[in-house]
């Protein structure tokens, strides 16, 4: 159980982060097409969750109607079904929390839902060095794709420049553990508890 204290900080870190994360959505808005219905990003994943985003959640979830709470809850059996059947040692798998291709619990999402749709650097797990991460959707021509090379995995110049773009993609570090650790655990001692995938906490 999380104590009012420890939830009323996350709430600051949460308006902390989101002004940070809704500038640069809006310094890099040339290349962002994401828009209402489009889901794909809630799609297939593993989704990494500590344990107090995951009571913020739970806060999310108590506000919803029994339908779709009830939705949830079989969404959540239907993939714990799955991934017992599943032999990968990654499990991909749908959001519990999306229906109708919309996020039943927007507000209440988790940091990496957040920072979904920008490109940005990101420490290596095993390497400690930086990498490009970029949506997975830059292959569906959605966001970043038209200064994206497939052949060489990066951003390229000569696209860039045909685009007329006036800013450069993000190549800031935007990764979760960077956010938890600069602004939650530095900025605000706020301990997160255990993080784990999603489905893990269901
Ligand atoms: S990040 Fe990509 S897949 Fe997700 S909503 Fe935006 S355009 Fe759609
Ligand atoms: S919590 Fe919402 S935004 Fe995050 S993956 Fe699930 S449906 Fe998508």
Redesign the pocket.
């Known amino acids: 159980m999380i104590d009012k204290e420890r939830m009323d900080k996350f709430y600051q870190f949460i308006r902390v982060i989101m002004e940070r994360i809704n500038a640069h959505f809006e310094d890099q808005k040339e290349y ?4 209402e219905g ?5 799609e297939k994943g593993e989704y990494p969750c500590s344990e107090l985003e995951f009571e913020f959640l739970k806060i999310g979830f108590m506000g919803l109607d029994k339908a779709t709470q009830q939705q949830i809850v079989d969404n959540t059996i239907q993939i714990k079904a799955e991934k017992d059947k599943c032999s990968d040692k990654i499990f991909m798998h749908k959001c519990p929390f999306l229906i109708n291709h919309r996020c039943s619990v927007y507000p209440y999402r988790m940091i990496i839902c957040r920072t ?2 920008l490109s940005y650097y990101d420490k290596d797990e095993y390497e400690k060095r930086n990498v490009l991460k970029v ?1 997975f ?1 830059i292959e569906k021509g ?2 970043y794709s038209e200064v994206y090379d497939q052949e060489s995995k990066s951003f390229s110049t000569e696209l860039f420049k045909k685009t007329g773009y006036k800013k450069e993609p993000l190549t800031y570090n935007l990764g979760v553990e960077m956010l938890v650790k600069k602004f939650g655990k530095e900025i605000m001692n706020l301990d997160f508890g255990e993080f784990k995938r999603l489905i893990e906490w269901l």
């Open positions: 962002i097409h994401c828009k489009c889901s794909l990003c809630c979904f749709g949506p959707c959605l966001n």
